[in-house]
């Protein structure tokens, strides 16, 4: 008997994408920062947070934090990816804001633009009335 040799399958092989300029978004709330880094069509390669680095709780919204998160991130980005440079999106008022930008300049990736896209209303809610006397 003869056996049918099957098809062999292709593997893909897992080459290094080198992109030198991308995006990191930082949304700092109040109660946590998270940071995504894409390259310049919006894909994203890398996502960080200090919840990842084993911080809980009220630890979480710090800038010591965010700092590491973000340091962690870009590092990881820059191993994978090659990344060498970055414009930088900052949303919201946490504490985490700047911290994160500093993260991401000392793990040695450049940020060339820093963009501020924290929303602000435009005379928004109703504010609650005011107790009797």
Known sequence: MVKDKQPEKKKKSKSKK??????????????????????????TLVQGGPSRLGFKGSKKSTAFAATKAAKEAALEANKKYGLKEVKAYIQGAGAGRN?????????????TTLVDKTGIPHNGCTPRKRPRK
């Open 18 to 43: 080198n992109i030198s300029s991308g995006i990191v978004s930082v949304k700092a709330t109040f109660n946590n920062t998270v940071i995504t880094i894409a390259d310049k069509e919006g894909n």
């Open 99 to 111: 911290a994160a930008i500093k993260g991401i300049d000392s793990a040695g990736i450049r940020v």
